[in-house]
């Protein structure tokens, strides 16, 4: 998967570029305020390169491309609602953008964060 070989040469799709993808749309996202690291270690190393695709991991398995995706959600908004269109928008600019189909997208809710009402 992310290859593919045309009479001209070969097409190879990264993962670092389908999290990238996935990064954009999430935050587009209604009642998102940002994204997690996935664990302690990938926090590190988030903060040290800034690197667009933390908190999103992205796996190939023959056709299959699986997303997870790691969410900070806006404190008082309702949490399953906001998973579901972060799945769908995920979904829907990945395939646009790869023309590949996406068979699963994983929203995992980190955390919750009261946005300044100031």
Known sequence: ???EITSLGGIHISPNAVATIAYHATLESYGVVGLA???LADGIVS???REPSRGISVHY???QINIDINIIVE?????N???ESVANTVRFHVEKALGLRVTSVNVHVSGLRISDTD
């Open 1 to 3: 998967m992310g290859e």
């Open 37 to 39: 690291p996935k664990n």
């Open 47 to 49: 903060t040290i390169t």
């Open 61 to 63: 398995k023959d056709d």
């Open 75 to 79: 404190y008082g908004t309702r949490i």
């Open 81 to 83: 609602s906001v998973a």
